[in-house]
């Protein structure tokens, strides 16, 4: 009777590796990562990526030697950047860079995929972002006959945005030790980042890249 209760054991928990009597327990951990984000839709102009960063903590649950399940609640600031140069007929060269910035609360929720005993995954799942600040500055730069002129201007557009961004992300990653991890991410949004009066379309979109510890 024991012998077929551990063989039928190793049939339910068989994903590609040999099952273990003992299953791993969950980890409660904190992470930091770098953003490097853009806006994707009909009325984006070749937007440059911005860099950014984000910080929170994580659960990552085991179901077995292969699954697991890893919800994450992270403040993180996102956005793009513009800038665009133009030269008139009076030789007066003038640049304008626009800057967006928006922070949002973060909750992804991910399945992690280890493939056999290695110690690299796979990741992917939903995230819903909160929107809690949303700032724009603008730059202007005009150069007449060797002298600048510039003038700069930022504005709080937290009423253009939507408070609830929705997405999904995927990635890869990977365990230096059982408690140290790296890994690199990449967020679709699936839903306009900013409300239909700001007549602008875009949606979010960038890569993460980032450092984890388990305790």
Not at 21 to 37: D, R, Y
Not at 56 to 84: C, D, F, M, S, W
Not at 145 to 169: C, H, L, P, R, Y
Request: charged share 20%; proline share 3%; glycine share 10%.
């Amino acid at each position: 009777m024991k012998k077929l209760f551990f063989v039928a054991a190793g049939l339910v928990g068989m994903v590609g590796v040999n099952a273990q009597e003992k299953t791993e327990t969950p980890q409660l951990g904190i992470k930091t990562s770098a953003n490097v984000t853009s806006f994707l839709g009909d009325d984006v102009n070749d937007d440059d990526f911005k860099l950014g960063w984000s910080a929170g903590l994580y659960y990552h649950i085991p179901i077995n030697q292969t699954l697991a399940i890893q919800p994450e609640v992270n403040y993180a600031r996102v956005g793009a950047k513009y800038k665009n140069e133009m030269i008139n007929s009076q030789n007066i060269t003038q640049t304008y860079s626009n800057s967006t910035t928006l922070d949002y609360i973060q909750v992804p929720v991910l399945l992690k995929i280890y493939p056999g005993e290695s110690r690299f995954n796979f990741e992917v799942g939903p995230q819903v972002g909160f929107n809690i600040y949303a700032s724009n500055k603008a730059k202007f730069d005009t150069n007449i006959a060797g002298e600048n002129i510039i003038s700069e201007t930022k504005t709080d557009i937290s009423d253009n945005v939507e408070k609830v961004d929705f997405g999904v992300v995927g990635g890869i990653g990977y365990n230096i030790t059982d408690n140290v991890n790296v890994g690199a991410r990449y967020y679709l949004g699936l839903q306009d980042t900013f409300k239909s009066n700001a007549n602008f379309d875009a949606k979010n979109h960038g890569f993460t890249f980032g450092v984890g510890y388990s305790f």
